[in-house]
């Protein structure tokens, strides 16, 4: 769901392939539905949280992922939820998306999303070294302290401002510059993510690539990596 800006919260649910074009969105297949033959079957239910600093653009992504446009406000996150029926690599599948608050203050709040959690997206912006420092400092720790077996994948967000003149002078006042994709590559490496991607919320550039992974992350886990919901204790 969303917050709209009346302050309502409204659900979105979209029918999607990763490689087709956008569709209608339609009504999730609940439990035990029909389908077109008269059989009862199941779809396969994922939970993926995404977690990471405020402001490294949780929500944009996942607000574009859902509805293929870019918001035009930002809304500090709480806790959001986005539903999004998705076809990967010929499995059928239900997404379901939590969106979290990366503030400090929400820090006990935040892991109450975490239990049955399928697969994090951990993410921290390219024009943002400390949101990359702190992938290592405190997200992929308090992931793996909740939830040590649930798979992660890392997410480079915001790849459009890597070569933007604006950010790259910021950064340089700061004696700093963004986030290379070797660097995330070297990241993902040292927390054993199951892969790095990077994206563009703005530009659409690599996002179905992110949330396809997540999927795979979970339908195909690595030899070392349990297949086993979070339950927080």
Known sequence: MFVTEEGRAQSI???????GDWAEP???LSPGAADTTGHRSIMQSIKCVVVGD???????LLISYTT?????EYIPTVFDN???QVTV???MVSLNLWDTAGQEEYDRLRTLSYP????????FSISSPPSYENIKH?????????CPSVPILLVGTKSDLRNDADVLKKLKEQNQAPITYQQGQALARQIHAVKYRECSALSQDGIKDVFADAVRAFLSPQPTTHKKPCILL
């Open 13 to 19: 649910s979209l029918f999607q392939s990763v490689s």
């Open 26 to 28: 339609v009504s999730l």
């Open 54 to 60: 405020g402001a490294v653009g949780k929500t944009c």
């Open 68 to 72: 293929g446009a870019f918001p035009k």
């Open 82 to 84: 986005y539903s999004s």
């Open 89 to 91: 690599d010929g499995h």
């Open 116 to 123: 049955q959690t399928n697969v994090f997206i951990i993410c």
């Open 138 to 146: 405190k997200w992929h720790p308090e992931v793996t302290h909740h």
